[in-house]
């Protein structure tokens, strides 16, 4: 019974390149949270997806972030053009109804822009 | 916004000792929990305690949650080295399940 799954775990970038990260979460969970830890901070949310649908974008900066969660596959978000300062560790959650008590992490994406 | 606010930042104790790491927050909540993270790693749960209830345990884990001070407070006994991490409030904002985390305290127990 496989946790939330993310992928790679490590990712190193150029920057102006672009940076993929995708989340498969616990089987049978419809709801898909990602967070962002910068170094020594805690966890800021960004999005909340439901299948196929973005819930609520308020964490996620206006320009270069998107994000999905196909009726088929993984969640992905795709940061393009990446800065210096997107270095940081991404986590994925998901919950089965939407409940933050509900919800499972997964170990993250380390994200380095060089 | 920053929703929770943890102090102290980083902590240091002997192996035995007591560790208590404080947490506080700015609006109303349904429950407050509190995780684990090892170096470089994922997020562990620990422990969930909700707006209505005073105080919690689970195994060398004591959390209080005083809601008309908005904080909460998560004692660990009889530290081990392998306790060290860093140790994450989180509350929930409405019913979207969204997450709000403190900065988080660094604990650093040694043998």
């Known amino acids: 019974n496989a946790g939330v799954m993310q992928n790679p775990r490590h990712l190193v970038r150029r920057r102006g390149q672009e940076a993929r990260l995708r989340c498969s979460p616990v089987?049978?969970?419809?709801?898909v949270y990602w967070y962002r830890q910068l170094p020594e901070e805690g966890l800021k949310f960004m999005v909340y997806l439901q299948k196929e649908n973005i819930i609520d974008e308020s964490g996620m900066p206006k320009e270069r972030f998107s994000a999905e969660f196909p009726k088929e596959g993984p969640s992905i978000l795709r940061i393009q053009q990446v800065v210096r300062g997107d270095s940081a560790a991404y986590f994925c959650?998901?919950?089965?109804?939407?409940?933050?008590?509900?919800?499972?992490f997964g170990q993250g994406t380390r994200l380095t822009v060089v | 916004s920053q929703q929770g606010e943890e102090d102290p930042q980083a902590l240091s104790i002997q192996e035995g000792e007591n560790a208590t790491m404080n947490c506080s927050y700015k609006t109303s909540i349904n429950n407050l929990q509190w995780y684990r993270q090892n170096s470089g790693r994922g997020l562990v749960h620990l422990i969930l305690?909700?707006?209505?209830?005073r105080e919690k345990h689970s195994g060398r884990l004591r959390v209080t949650l005083d809601t008309s001070k908005k904080s909460s407070s998560l004692l660990i006994t009889a530290s081990r080295a392998a306790d060290t991490a860093s140790y994450f409030c989180?509350?929930?904002?409405?019913?979207?399940?969204?997450?709000?985390f403190g900065q988080g305290t660094t604990l650093q127990v040694k043998p």
């Open positions: 989180a509350t929930d904002e409405g019913n979207t399940g969204k997450l709000i």
């Open positions: 305690i909700r707006s209505n209830e």
């Open positions: 959650a998901s919950s089965p109804t939407g409940m933050a008590t509900e919800a499972f």
């Open positions: 089987k049978g969970h419809s709801h």
